[in-house]
């Protein structure tokens, strides 16, 4: 049963660096269903309360790192708060629209006609706030995949 514990956590792992750079997956809870999957088909003996206080406070810092990457992005590159929407909806429906490329090409577009259209920004604006949500994103995308290698290689420490 073990190999079949290692073999659907590791699955679940796979998934979540998938939703990295596919954001409709909710990476975290493919982490976190990892170690559960793995508890309940192996045995939860290693994962005590220590390792569930260390993995909440990563998943925290997870959904925080996302927003903040985005918001710092765009700010930093002087956008609005309506650029900011703008990103986080064309990097939601970037993928759909755009097959491959909508992942990056969705939150740029998006951040640069929210600041057209909204905002009422100028062109040159507009589009360094389009590069700020793309740096943004980018950031983001390390910063979690950082964060969930750790979540795993912590998730190994307590269990093996």
């Known amino acids: 049963m073990e190999i079949i514990g290692w073999i659907i956590a590791i699955v679940m792992f796979i998934i979540a660096f998938i939703g990295l750079v596919y954001p409709i997956i909710p990476s975290v809870f493919f982490v ?6 793995y508890g309940w088909i192996v045995s939860f003996d290693g994962m005590n309360w220590l390792f ?3 993995q909440i406070l990563f998943v925290i810092l997870l959904f925080g790192a996302d927003t903040l990457a985005n918001i710092v992005g765009v700010k930093k590159f002087g956008g609005s708060k309506p650029g900011m929407w703008g990103s986080t909806i064309g990097l939601l429906l970037g993928p759909f629209i755009i097959p491959v490329a909508g992942i990056i090409i969705g939150p740029f577009i998006g951040a640069v006609l929210a600041e057209l259209l909204v905002s009422r920004t100028d062109l040159k ?5 389009g590069i700020g949500s793309l740096v943004g994103f980018l950031t983001s995308i390390v910063a979690k995949g950082a964060v969930m290698l750790l979540m795993i290689g912590i998730f190994i420490f307590f269990v093996a």
């Open 32 to 37: 976190v269903g990892g170690f559960l999957l």
């Open 52 to 54: 569930w206080v260390i």
């Open 125 to 129: 604006q507009s589009l360094k706030t």
